[in-house]
């Protein structure tokens, strides 16, 4: 079977300040680096409109209409420091939730074996209550929740290597035994959140921070002996992974030292145990990542290495 690729340009609606880091500019060369020759193979789709059903799956009643009603008629509106909308940004965000539910019903479909969703603004930071950290809805989550819900999926792991930890869906996950969230982070670094003795209701919450200045060796062996054998001991119906490219070591926003060739074995050793438990099943939606170059290559990497399932 193959991968999917999804994707709409409604994502690039979303509109952010200039010299916003989280700007259209990240889809547009994931999608030139993407029309490549050895791309070709990809299933393309374009992502289903998400509803705030979908949506109600992660968050409390009332956080999608706070959203909808936040949406300015023209210009851009802050909801903090970090987070902004524009008057395309309920269109984008909810193609970012339609997609990841639509690439769960893929793979549980048998369809393709696993699927890249290239979508924006990110979302593993928005909590069950707020928006923060660029992100309005939480992708992942809902993908999660979405395969419980629709699919009968018992258990669903997130696995997380944005540089950033994914406070939001840590939040969420936290008092749900059957959803296991992990995560490989810079500590300190924002949101503040991340330590490993957050380990959620039933230990569900797994977190390896780094710190600054580590690289692709401490990475390894942080999901080595940190992660991997605890999302191998929980056997997951669903591998959903939070796809952010911001620990690239040309990235403005951290101080972590990966390559491409990073990400790749990180894809690898997650597809290995998808293979193992759940049939191949791989739901990857894009997170952080802002340099361009770093961002380009590094998810071309991951693809190409969801490719070769």
Not at 238 to 254: C, E, K, N, Q, W
Request: glycine content about 8%; aromatic content about 6%; some cysteine.
């Amino acid at each position: 079977m193959s991968t999917l690729l999804i994707h709409h340009p409604a994502c690039l609606g979303h509109v952010t300040p200039l010299g916003h880091p989280e700007r259209p500019d990240r889809i547009r060369v994931i999608d030139r680096i993407l029309e490549a020759e050895r791309f070709q193979p990809l299933e393309r789709e374009a992502a289903a409109l998400g509803t705030a059903e979908m949506v109600g799956l992660a968050h409390d009643v009332g956080h999608f209409e706070e959203i909808a009603g936040s949406v300015p008629s023209e210009g851009l509106l802050r909801l903090d420091d970090d987070t902004t909308i524009s008057p395309g940004s309920l269109e984008a965000a909810l193609r970012a939730v339609g997609g990841a539910c639509q690439a769960v019903d893929e793979v549980f479909e048998k369809k393709v074996k696993n699927a890249f969703c290239t979508v924006r603004p990110p979302g593993h930071h928005a909590e069950s209550k707020r928006a923060m950290g660029f992100c309005l809805f939480n992708n992942a989550a809902i993908a999660a929740k979405w395969a419980r819900a629709r699919h009968g999926a018992e258990r669903v792991v997130v696995m997380d290597f944005d540089v950033h930890h994914g406070n939001g869906t840590q939040d969420i996950f936290w008092n749900e035994r059957d959803l296991m969230y992990a995560s490989t982070h810079q500590m300190p670094f924002y949101p503040g959140t991340g330590e490993i003795a957050e380990t959620g209701i039933a230990d569900n919450i797994v977190n390896a921070p780094l710190w600054a200045g580590a690289g692709g060796a401490e990475f390894r062996e942080a999901m080595d002996f940190a992660i991997l054998p605890r999302i191998d001991a929980f056997r997951p119906d669903l591998v959903v992974i939070s796809a952010g490219f911001d620990a690239h070591t040309r990235d403005p926003m951290s101080q972590i030292n990966l390559v491409e060739s990073d990400f790749a074995w990180a894809t690898a050793r997650l597809m290995d145990l998808a293979e193992r438990h759940c049939n191949g099943r791989v739901v990857s939606i894009l997170e952080g990542g802002y340099d361009l170059e770093g961002l380009a290559r590094s998810v071309a990497a991951h693809v190409m290495t969801l490719m070769k399932s």
